[in-house]
């Protein structure tokens, strides 16, 4: 089992049962994997609604994190209890080297969500500041400066979408989907998900799974919009998980020196990476 620890500042991946992870994707039926504040509870919100053909029972009824638990915040043991649910489902933001050896031995299907990373460090950053487990998120510059060198909390965003996205062009079972995809087209995107989970859906279900995970739905559920978490946890006063649920919304956050040094960053970092980003819609 992995998990996080902060040591000198900075957040450091120790394990401790190895063997463990493969015995998760076994017993595993579909894992949902993003980098934070990339659309990972939108997915967990869509698998979900997919599994039941469209009725919002489940999604009103259980917290998203124990229909889909998060690999990566409790011992295995818990994980597989809290999923026993046919199918299960797991979420994790762990970075693919991690987890590939694992994979290898695992039938589960892999959704890997992204998102432009300007939109995932505003997200990011606002989330750190009402997450009270986790240090000082500090000035903005700093916290970009931060997420760019890859020293927050599961280390390199650049890292981390290479190591998932490299593994589309050989793993079946692999789905990359992106946040802003979901966003111009959430039909299409639930018939592509569900396809690809090989539950195929009639319109009438696709169009009840969309109703039940727009925004406006989501922010008003409380089993998956967080706010049955203690305050001490998530400060509720400082913002709302569900916040504005938009893309491009790094323009009303970056100055233009900002938005410069990005530019750099992201140029030299993802050189070796061909894939395209949707900044604004
Ligand atoms: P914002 O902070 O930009 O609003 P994650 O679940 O990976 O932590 O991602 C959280 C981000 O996804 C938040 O982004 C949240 O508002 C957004 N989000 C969650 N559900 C959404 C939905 N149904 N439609 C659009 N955005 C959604």
């Known amino acids: 089992m992995y998990f996080w620890e902060e040591e000198k500042g900075k957040h450091v991946l120790k394990h401790a049962h190895d063997n463990i992870l493969t015995n998760i994707y076994i017993m595993t039926h579909c894992l949902c994997s993003s980098f934070l504040l990339s659309g990972t509870t939108w997915m967990q919100e869509m698998v979900s609604l997919i599994s039941s053909r469209g009725d919002p029972h489940l999604i009103q009824t259980v917290p998203n994190w124990a229909r889909a638990p998060w690999l990566e915040q409790y011992y295995c043991a818990a994980v597989l209890e809290t999923s026993s649910t046919v199918p299960r489902v797991i979420t ?5 080297h991690l987890l590939g050896p694992a994979l290898q031995g695992s039938r589960a299907k892999v959704i890997y969500v992204s998102r432009n990373p300007k939109d995932v460090v505003v997200s990011f950053y606002h989330f750190h500041k009402m997450a009270n487990f986790l240090p000082d998120a500090g000035t903005f510059t700093e916290f970009l400066n931060r997420f760019l060198e890859g020293t927050l ?3 390199s965003w650049f890292d981390h979408i290479k190591g998932w996205t490299s593994q589309t062009a050989t793993v079946n079972n692999l789905l990359h989907i992106t946040y802003e995809e979901m966003l111009l087209d959430l039909h299409g995107a639930i018939k592509r998900v569900s396809s690809f989970l090989q ?3 009639v319109d009438e279900e696709v169009n009840n799974c969309v109703q039940h995970c727009s925004f406006s739905t989501m922010k008003n559920n409380k089993m998956v919009n967080y706010t049955m978490v203690p305050d001490d946890i998530m400060d509720h006063s400082k913002g709302s998980f569900m916040r504005k649920g ?3 919304d790094w323009k009303n956050m970056f100055t233009e020196e900002q938005n410069q040094y990005f530019e750099s960053t992201f140029k030299s970092k993802m050189q070796d990476c061909t894939l395209e980003f949707v900044w604004e819609v």
Do not use: A, S
């Open 153 to 155: 909390c599961f280390g």
């Open 199 to 201: 539950c195929p859906l």
């Open 246 to 248: 938009k893309t491009g």
């Open 92 to 96: 994790t933001h762990l970075p693919h």
